[in-house]
């Protein structure tokens, strides 16, 4: 009987019956090529068979090898099944839950609101927030130092998160109040075009292009004034005339302190604020939970699209 086969081996014997190429199959596995081959052969020695037909042409399956690949990618599937459920395991045991953000959700008590709908059904349960700066605009999601996060959309690399939008509000312009256009009541985003720009960092990605309205500028570059990555950041920004800046309804109360004023802007999409999180973690329970208390907090609240500070 065949003993001690382990998973590695078959791992490498399946990247290189797929690539039918060693060197391919050790930049795929990260390893070296000699690396690579010694495995095979510790295989081939074990199983008592040739796997792998090699010569100057190139690689290619004997008919042990041919008989092998299913079985042990089944065995693969198998132990990635297995190790993915030890994972689910652990996650259900935790008993706290990060909830990343980079300014708080306000919005008539929607934060506490949803904090108590959920530790209501998980009394064991803690959520921990955790404040990030805005360059990173998943809110800690993508490097998994937060389990749930309070995002702006559109987020980086979207397919690799899930999310249920909370917030629907029209965007404003934020302005000094000796801004010529604070004299208005409304302002066109067309008369916004040649006005320098507060910008996020350009870490944020997708989302820093979303709040300098790219998609309303007809291809016409905005003309960015100095780069902000939080509240007191952009408060000083404004007051010291580096530009202006787009801001969702229910976050104008953060920087409308002295000297600082906010219009609507007629020709732009209104923001939406959401929870996401990783679309792996949709399945875990205390993930699960915050999005079911967040859902439920928000129908409670009324419309999406009517939802203010």
Known sequence: MTRDVHARDLRYFVAVAEELHFTRAAERLYVSQPALSKQIRVLERQLGAELLHRDQHGVALTAAGEALLPHARQVLAAWEAGAAAVEAAKAAQR?????????SPGRGGLLPAIRSRFTAAHPGATPRLRQVSWEDPTAGLADGSADVAFVWL??????RFAWTVIAEEPRLVALPDTHPLAARTEVDFADLLDEPFLALPRS???LRDYWLALDARAGRPPRVGAEIAGVEETYEALVAGLGVCLVAT?????IT?????TRPVRGIAPSRYALAWRREDGERPLVRAYAEACRATVADLGPVRRIRP
């Open 204 to 206: 944020a990605g997708p």
């Open 95 to 103: 008993s706290t839950l990060v909830v990343g953000m980079s300014t």
């Open 257 to 261: 302190l002295g000297g600082v004023t």
């Open 250 to 254: 229910g976050n104008a109360p953060l």
């Open 154 to 159: 559109p987020l980086p690399d979207e397919e």
